[in-house]
C-alpha cells in the first residue's frame, strides 16, 4: 500500500486554512490545521522559501502570494467551461428541482454543451428529453435569444437574415417582434421564453462569459404549468443570477490563467 506524503498533506492543509481566513495569525492557522504553532511555523517557513505564502512583520499575521494562483490556473486551464460548470448546474437543478442547460451559439443555433438534472429525490418538474450535442433553434429558445443579443450588436440585421420556424402554436416568429423581444432581454439581462420550443415548457436564461471571445448560454427550463415568467422571475433568476455570479469569476480566473 502507498502511504500518503503527510508533509505534502498538511501543507495543503495550511493552504486551505486561507479559504477561511484571508489573513491568519500563526495560532488560527494551527487551530485550523490542528497542529501545534512550532510545526506550523515550519511547515509555514516552507511555504515562504518557495514564494506561496509572506507574514507582515507588523500585522504578525499571513497572506498568501500571487504565486499560490498558478496552482489554481493550472487546474483552470485543464478543465473545459461544461466541466466547470458541472458542479454549480447540479446545485441550482437541485435547488429548483428542475433542469439546467448550457450552451453555446451557432450561427442561428444553439448547441447544448452541458445538462445537469436534479436528483430523482429533488426532481418536481417534468423536463424535456434534451441531451449535450444536440441543436435548438435560437429564436425560440432562452439561451438563444440571451446569446444573440450579447454577441451581435447588430440584432435587427441578424434576426432578418435568421431562420425563424414556427415550433408551436404560440412561437413569435414576426421578426419585429422578435428583435424587440432579445433587446428586451439585453436591457433586462436575462431572457424569458414561454411555450416556444414546445408548448408546456419553458426557461429562463443568463449569459456567461463576459469579457471572453466565446459566451455560453446558462438556463433554468421549466414546465409552464409549474412557473409563470412572473414566478420565474421573482423565484428562480435570483438563484440563477448567484450562480452566474460564481461561474463568471471562475471564468475570469481562467482567462487570466490562459493569459499570463
Do not use: W
Request: net charge positive; with cysteine.
Amino acid at each position: 500500500m502507498i502511504k500518503q506524503n503527510r508533509s505534502l498533506v498538511r501543507g495543503l492543509r495550511i493552504l486551505r486554512a486561507f479559504n477561511e481566513v484571508p489573513q491568519p495569525s500563526l495560532a488560527e492557522i494551527a487551530a485550523a490545521v490542528e497542529l501545534d504553532k512550532t510545526t506550523c511555523r515550519r511547515f509555514l517557513l516552507t511555504l515562504q522559501e518557495e514564494g506561496y505564502v509572506e507574514f507582515d512583520d507588523t500585522l504578525k499575521r499571513y497572506q498568501l502570494r500571487p504565486l499560490v494562483l498558478e496552482l489554481g490556473y493550472a487546474r483552470l486551464n485543464s478543465l473545459s467551461v461544461p466541466k466547470l460548470a458541472a458542479p454549480y448546474m447540479r446545485e441550482l437543478a437541485n435547488q429548483v428541482g428542475g433542469a439546467v442547460n448550457l450552451s453555446i451559439l451557432d450561427g442561428d443555433e444553439i448547441v447544448l454543451v452541458g445538462r445537469t438534472v436534479a436528483d430523482v429525490e429533488k426532481r418536481k418538474l417534468v423536463t424535456m428529453n434534451l441531451h449535450v450535442g444536440m441543436r435548438l433553434p435560437a429564436h425560440c429558445t432562452a439561451m438563444g435569444r440571451i446569446l444573440i443579443g450579447t454577441t451581435h450588436d447588430d440584432l435587427r440585421s441578424f434576426v432578418a437574415a435568421m431562420k425563424v420556424h414556427k415550433l408551436a402554436s404560440s412561437t413569435v416568429v414576426n421578426r419585429t417582434a422578435l428583435t424587440q423581444a432579445i433587446a428586451e432581454a439585453v436591457r433586462k439581462g436575462y431572457a424569458v421564453v414561454a411555450d416556444q420550443l414546445s408548448l408546456g415548457y419553458g426557461a429562463i436564461a443568463v449569459s456567461l462569459g463576459t469579457g471572453m471571445t466565446e459566451r455560453f448560454g446558462l438556463a433554468v427550463s421549466i414546465t409552464t404549468s409549474d412557473y409563470s415568467p412572473e414566478r420565474l422571475e421573482q423565484d428562480v433568476l435570483p438563484e440563477l443570477r448567484a450562480v452566474k455570479d460564481k461561474l463568471d469569476r471562475v471564468l475570469a480566473m481562467r482567462a487570466g490563467g490562459n493569459h499570463s
